[in-house]
């Protein structure tokens, strides 16, 4: 069992995200990540870390996404978080239909993610690797490093009926589609 679910294997009761507090009720560390690994890993249903092409020589190094060829979605809406106060959590959401891959671009922070049964962590920490994220996914970003640049790719513009910010909410929501 994953360190991160309870015994019953749902995310724990106590995952409140008032304020965006950290729900992980007993996060002990982020799922360690091979780096440099070709294989992709499945963290829950609709999420997982891939590894993105890099392209490079002695100048650099070079990353390119493309929607509908290096993504299983069209790319609507692109945005990064930067400048992340220490302590601070963010996201403390999840969505009814939106699809998105964060890449922490620079520096590095840890995604808290739940389907409303389990709750995993992952460390997002190279640029050349990226988590993709499906509807129905609690998130949390945390531990941010102060270089940190997280971007985030969706398949879809801003729409806040999308979302869902009441953690219990979600669960229930959740609850009921099963």
Same mark, same amino acid.
Do not use: W
């Given at each position: ?8 294997? !749902?995310?724990?009761?106590? @995952? ?13 560390g ?9 294989? %992709? ?6 999420? *997982?870390?891939?590894?993105l ?10 990353v390119?996404?493309?929607? &509908?060829?290096?993504?299983? /979605?069209?790319?609507? =809406? +692109?945005y990064?978080?930067? &400048?992340? $106060?220490a302590? +601070?959590?963010?996201?403390?959401h ?6 998105q891959? @964060?890449i922490?671009?620079? &520096?590095?922070? $840890? ?5 409303? *049964?389990?709750? +995993?962590? +992952? =460390?997002l920490?190279?640029?050349a *690797? &990226?988590? %993709? ?5 609690w !998130?949390?970003? %945390?531990? /941010? ?7 985030v ?11 869902? !910010? ?5 669960l229930? %929501?959740?609850?009921?589609? =099963?």
């Open positions: 069992m994953h360190p991160h679910v309870e015994a019953n294997g !749902r995310a724990p009761q106590s @995952a409140v995200a008032d304020g965006c507090e950290s729900a992980a009720g007993g996060y002990d982020p799922i360690p990540f091979q780096s440099g690994s070709n294989v %992709t890993d499945d963290l829950l249903p609709g999420c *997982r870390l891939v590894p092409t890099v392209r490079g020589d002695a100048r650099g190094s070079l390119a996404i493309e929607g &509908g060829r290096d993504l299983p /979605f069209a790319i609507a =809406r +692109v990064y978080v930067f &400048g992340t $106060t302590g +601070v959590d963010r996201g403390c999840a969505h009814h239909k939106l699809h891959l @964060a922490a671009v620079a &520096g590095s922070c $840890t995604m808290l993610l739940d389907d409303g *049964r389990q709750r +995993v962590s +992952v =460390r920490d190279d640029p *690797r &990226g988590l %993709t994220m499906g509807p129905m996914i !998130r949390e970003m %945390t531990d /941010f490093s102060p270089d940190c640049v997280l971007l790719l969706a398949d879809a513009v801003y729409d806040e009926a999308d979302y869902m !910010r009441d953690y219990d909410g979600f229930a %929501t959740v609850a009921a589609s =099963r």
